[in-house]
């Protein structure tokens, strides 16, 4: 166990609709990651948050945001879903010196119909 | 852009043997290399991880081997046992202040047969 939790596992959804993720990183990590894992795309980094702030962002669709809270939980919302959406969602956290480990949560799987 | 190539796809290994894994990069601002297991229905754990200014690091039987002016790193199992059927990842970032985030190859699908 990795200590990052991840809700929900599974998300089955239609086209059109908004869906929101949730992570929970590891008690005291400050950076939290997003990634994509697609048949076709392989693992894609997405968007970093640190202590609240957006640091990075990857090849993230203008359909999708994240946010990280003050209780650094973070959330990813993606919205007018598409059938490729369709994916792993997978949330990561690292520690506060900027450490490279990243822990990975179990990952939310997304079915858009 | 895929700045980071992982081969082979996949790799079928009998029970005892070496499992061999390569990934090369193209950023030469790339620091930190690790390798990732992941089992099915599960993130990705880290597995094993290396800076370019060490040319090997062992851990068990894991080992990897970097060469920077080729700008390649494998992951070598050895005495692989069914338990290390896995998909593989390798990765590559650049150390920031904030977190570094990853770039990872394709992935390679390790099948150790008993």
């Known amino acids: 166990d990795s200590g990052v939790t991840q809700t929900p596992k599974h998300l089955i959804t239609a086209t059109g609709q908004r869906v929101t993720l949730r992570c929970s990183p590891r008690?005291?990590?400050?950076?939290v990651y997003w990634y994509q894992q697609s048949l076709d795309q392989g693992l894609q980094f997405l968007i970093q948050?640190?202590?609240?702030?957006?640091?990075a962002k990857g090849n993230i669709l203008e359909r999708f945001s994240a946010q990280q809270f003050p209780d650094l939980h973070s959330e990813l919302n993606l919205s007018s879903l598409e059938l490729g959406d369709s994916a792993l969602y997978f949330c990561?956290?690292?520690?506060?010196?900027?450490?490279?480990?990243?822990?990975f949560g179990p990952g939310t799987r997304l079915l858009v119909l | 852009q895929q700045q980071v190539k992982q081969s082979p796809q996949s790799l079928i290994v009998q029970k005892g043997g070496i499992s061999i894994i390569n990934c090369a990069y193209e950023n030469t601002a790339f620091d930190y290399f690790p390798w990732y297991q992941q089992f099915p229905g599960k993130g990705p754990a880290l597995l094993i991880a290396i800076r370019p200014d060490v040319s090997e690091k062992k851990e068990g039987r894991f080992t990897i081997s970097f060469n920077k002016s080729a700008k390649q790193f494998s992951l070598h199992i050895m005495d692989s046992q069914p338990g290390d059927s896995a998909t593989y990842f390798c990765?590559?970032?650049?150390?920031?202040?904030?977190?570094?985030?990853?770039?990872f190859g394709e992935g390679t699908q390790l099948t150790v047969n008993p």
């Open positions: 990561a956290s690292s520690d506060w010196r900027g450490g490279e480990t990243q822990y």
């Open positions: 990765a590559a970032s650049i150390r920031e202040t904030s977190g570094s985030r990853l770039t």
């Open positions: 948050y640190y202590n609240g702030e957006e640091r």
């Open positions: 008690s005291g990590d400050l950076s």
